[in-house]
C-alpha cells in the first residue's frame, strides 16, 4: 500500500525549531524525487524542498534557504526537514510527496513542476507565533 506519514509538527515561538519526519511505505519506495510543499490558509501550495533520490542533491525555495535541511536516512525510506529560526510565516500544513520513477519519462527528480508527485501525506500543522 502507498503510504506516505508526515510527523514531527507542533507550535513554537518565532526563532525555534522543529524536525519534521515522512516515512515512505515499501510500495512507494521506488521514487526518483521527494519533495515537502507547505499550504498556509487561504494561499495555495508551496514548494519547500526537494531531494533527489540518484545524487542526493537538494533544493529549497528563497525564503526557506538558510534555514530548513532536507535530509534522508541511508535506504531513503525516511526523510527530514530540520527547520531552524522558524518564524510565524512559516506556519502551515507540511505535506512530503514522492515522485515515482515511470519508464521513458524525462522528467527531473527535483522539477519545479507538480507533474509526477503522484502520492501525498496527509500533512502534519507547524505553528510558529511571534
Known amino acids: 500500500q502507498v503510504q506516505l506519514v508526515e510527523s514531527g509538527g507542533g507550535s513554537v515561538q518565532s526563532g525555534g525549531s522543529l524536525r519534521l519526519s515522512c516515512e515512505v511505505s515499501d510500495a512507494a519506495l521506488d521514487y526518483i524525487g521527494i519533495a515537502w510543499y507547505r499550504q498556509a490558509p487561504g494561499k495555495d501550495r508551496e514548494r519547500v524542498s526537494c531531494l533527489s533520490r540518484r545524487d542526493g542533491a537538494t533544493d529549497y525555495t528563497k525564503s526557506v534557504k538558510g534555514r530548513f535541511t532536507m535530509s534522508s536516512d541511508v535506504d531513503k525510506k525516511i526523510v527530514y526537514l530540520q527547520m531552524n529560526s522558524l518564524k510565524p510565516e512559516d506556519t502551515a500544513v507540511y505535506y512530503c510527496?514522492?515522485?515515482?520513477?515511470?519508464?521513458?519519462?524525462?522528467?527531473?527528480?527535483?522539477?519545479?513542476?507538480?507533474?509526477?508527485?503522484?502520492?501525498w501525506g496527509r500533512g502534519t500543522q507547524v505553528t510558529v507565533s511571534s
Open positions: 510527496t514522492v515522485r515515482p520513477r515511470k519508464p521513458y519519462s524525462t522528467i527531473e527528480a527535483c522539477s519545479w513542476s507538480l507533474a509526477g508527485f503522484d502520492y
